[in-house]
């Protein structure tokens, strides 16, 4: 028996897979098992043909493959590759188990890539691969990977793998215990377009550094959508791990690869089905824009227009950064690290807030479009902040500041944090604050009503700040400062 190390995609993760390759007696053919797909049962006539280009010529005994473990499902083309070398090396003392072998085979013995290769790559990082030629310029952007590139089948028997140029990562990055956290100097929106609204840029700060959901309420063309939009220009940079697990989300999204610093940014319409944002599908589970959103921002404007299934199943992937998909043939748990954010207006016709136009909204339509939003979801979105329009325009900025200066304030503090998210501190976390923080903090919880949750994210909020001031220890001005921001039920 001959064993050739492979993989398939199961949902969003690479799983090994080892393609088993024995020759016995019997009437003469191509049998493969193991939970083999359309695709994969296609690979027997595309082999066939192969072979019979590169002159081998099939022994006259039963070729049994097997692909292990044979209770996963498995999809793809891309076991052409491991199944024809199975068979070819069956008899050679060549082994070919330290390498990780993909690709499709076209009938003349051509290597082609698939959609599947690179993903699989991203999640199995093997130390040694054989694939097709066209997919190595990707794969040669992850360190640690030896790659062996092939354009012809032929080429692997006679090994004469082609040359691939790597390209070093060039963009800037801090350092913290020895690694490296990656971000992009490069802002195509900037924080400078947006005249005054300083909670709001408070607000967005603060959330950009620890991670923390927001939520924004304000009249339309306050500017919003302009602070959540720049908002993901100035959020903490990524270790390459990070980064090559966002490559992997927007590689299975059909996008081209590009290795940016920058995290995700998805805005889907508030008409959006819960299969569109959560997943789903009738047989096979497929991703949706939360799990495209990993690692960055989800993005949801016109907040209490979403259906309210849709805005309930989000207190679990954003409690718990995990989302499970279960369908007939199979389950998909997948991560959801996400930064949710929200805009919204204090009414229906939007102008309540608003100092210069009149609310034309009766209070139990206030108070219908309000209640669409639960308290157990506003306690899950950490910063609360109301946007009221500037009274009377001068042209003139009143609280100017650009995204540059507020990336270098997120940088700052996530080195005096050690490259920690103050948003994903678990629950039992020691906050070291004064004792005055304790005395305001009894105070708001007697005042607010605040649960064990908001508490817990009130604490968050205030570190956060203390590192914005390049502190570790919580003090007074940072809780009364994080105070304003805290999560309420929104007053109708």
């Known amino acids: 028996m001959k064993r050739v190390p492979s993989g398939a995609l199961v949902g969003v993760e690479g799983v090994p897979v080892d393609v088993e390759v024995s020759l016995t007696s019997g009437l003469p053919g191509i049998i493969i098992v193991g939970l083999g797909g359309k695709a994969v049962q296609e690979s027997r006539e595309r082999v066939k043909a192969v072979l019979n280009s590169v002159g081998y010529q099939l022994p006259p005994q039963r070729i049994t493959i097997n692909l292990s473990p044979a209770g996963v499902a498995k999809e793809g083309s891309h076991f052409d590759l491991p199944i024809a070398l199975g068979i070819l090396f069956h008899d050679r003392e060549e082994e070919l188990e330290e390498y990780l072998i993909l690709g499709e085979l076209g009938l003349d013995g ?30 040669a952007q992850i360190p640690g990977i030896e790659i062996y590139p092939f354009q012809h089948i032929q080429e692997v028997l006679e090994w004469k793998p082609h040359q691939v140029e790597r390209n070093p990562y060039n963009y800037p990055y801090i350092k913290i215990g020895g690694e490296k956290y990656y971000y992009s100097d490069h802002f195509p929106v900037d924080f400078s377009e947006v005249k005054g609204q300083r909670d709001g840029k408070d607000g967005a700060l603060l959330s950009a550094t620890g991670f923390h959901n927001i939520l924004l309420e304000g009249s339309p063309g306050v500017g919003k959508s302009m602070i959540i939009k720049r908002l993901r220009y100035i959020l903490p940079p990524l270790k390459l791990d990070e980064i090559l697990e966002i490559e992997k989300m927007r590689v299975l ?205 009130l604490m968050k909020l205030a570190l956060t700040s203390a590192h914005l001031n390049r502190r570790t220890k919580i003090e007074k001005n940072d809780f009364l400062f994080v105070l304003r921001f805290r999560p309420r039920q929104l007053e109708v």
């Open 110 to 139: 051509r290597l082609k890539d698939t959609p599947a290769i690179f993903p699989i790559i991203l999640s199995l990082r093997p130390k040694k691969v054989i694939i097709p030629l066209a997919t190595a310029p990707k794969v």
């Open 253 to 457: 999204e059909g996008q081209k690869s590009r290795f940016e610093p920058v995290r995700p940014f998805r805005s889907p319409h508030h008409s959006a089905t819960p299969s569109a944002i959560f997943g789903g599908g009738s047989r096979e589970a497929k991703i949706g824009e939360i799990a495209l959103a990993h690692k960055g921002i989800l993005f949801f404007d016109e907040l209490p227009h979403f259906k309210r299934d849709v805005l309930e199943n989000l207190r679990l992937p954003l409690q718990e950064q995990r989302m499970l998909i279960s369908r007939v043939n199979n389950k998909i748990e997948y991560k959801t690290d996400i930064l949710f954010a929200g805009a919204m207006n204090p009414c229906p016709c939007g102008n309540l807030l608003s100092p210069v136009k009149e609310c034309r909204c009766t209070p139990i339509e206030i108070a219908r479009y309000k209640k669409r939003l639960s308290q157990p979801l506003l306690e899950r979105i950490g910063i609360y902040v109301e946007m009221v329009e500037e009274a009377e325009p001068t042209g003139k900025d009143s609280y100017p500041v650009t995204s540059r200066e507020l990336q270098e304030r997120v940088l700052t503090a996530f080195e005096v944090a050690g490259g920690k998210l103050t948003a994903r501190l678990p629950e039992n976390y020691q906050f070291n604050y004064t004792s005055e923080v304790y005395s305001l903090l009894q105070m708001a919880v007697q005042k607010f009503g605040l649960s064990h949750r908001s508490q817990f994210n």
